[in-house]
T-cell receptor, first 113, second 113 residues
Framework: NAGVTQTPKFQVLKTGQSMTLQCAQD?????MSWYRQDPGMGLRLIHY???????DQGEVPNGYNVSRSTTEDFPLRLLSAAPSQTSVYFC????????????FGPGTRLTVL | GNSVTQMEGPVTLSEEAFLTINCTYT??????LFWYVQYPGEGLQLLLK?????DKGSNKGFEATYRKETTSFHLEKGSVQVSDSAVYFC????????????FGQGTELSVKP
């Protein structure tokens, strides 16, 4: 199993550009989520999904869109990048929501100029 | 709302020293508690967890006990190694909150030979 994979590893954007961060898991997990990590702030939840076709907002959803058309994939879209979105982004998945262990991808480091 | 507070870092220790990283939480219900570890350049991985009061989670020589009376989940290790250098995150989740992980801000540990 590859676990949770994320692409790209690094990305530089200009303000106003759009892009999609890819996330895939091969563990047949129902629950997937996106976090951003900023210095001194831990990880904050952006969006999450409890299954294909179902998504919901987390703590910091503004400026980001998600969709979940398959169990395996959970892409994160930045529609119009802003410098405040410079961060490290992590995708995570778990078999079910609740007390179960979440498995994290290696992260995408995004810089918006 | 739910929250997690960790002791600030960085924490610098000599090899074989005793480690304690404090973590306290605020939750409305009965959360599950976790410690995740992030090694340099990598994603987060679960270190240990506890799902009910008085449970002790342990892994790789690390331990933490779920203390409901003090709302704490302090991480301890009797003898740290250079390879333990990483950032440690305390987190909680409640099933009725959609299984979302709430993270502390992280504590960086540096172990010197």
């Amino acid at each position: 199993n590859a676990g949770v994979t994320q692409t790209p590893k690094f990305q530089v954007l200009k303000t106003g550009q759009s892009m999609t961060l890819q996330c895939a898991q091969d563990m047949n997990h129902e629950y997937m989520s996106w976090y951003r990590q900023d210095p001194g702030m831990g990880l904050r939840l952006i969006h999450y999904s409890v299954g294909a076709g179902i998504t919901d907002q987390g703590e910091v959803p503004n400026g980001y869109n998600v969709s979940r058309s398959t169990t395996e994939d959970f892409p994160l879209r930045l529609l119009s990048a802003a410098p405040s979105q410079t961060s490290v982004y992590f995708c995570a998945s778990s078999y079910k929501r609740g007390a179960d262990t979440q498995y994290f991808g290696p992260g995408t480091r995004l810089t918006v100029l | 709302g739910n929250s997690v507070t960790q002791m600030e870092g960085p924490v610098t220790l000599s090899e074989e020293a005793f480690l304690t990283i404090n973590c306290t939480y605020t939750a409305t219900g009965y959360p599950s508690l976790f410690w995740y570890v992030q090694y340099p350049g990598e994603g987060l991985q679960l270190l240990l967890k506890a799902t009910k009061a008085d449970d002790k989670g342990s892994n790789k020589g690390f331990e933490a006990t779920y203390r409901k009376e003090t709302t704490s989940f302090h991480l301890e290790k009797g003898s740290v190694q250079v390879s333990d250098s990483a950032v440690y995150f305390c987190a909680l989740t409640e099933y009725n909150q959609g299984g979302k992980l709430i993270f502390g801000q992280g504590t960086e540990l540096s172990v010197k030979p």
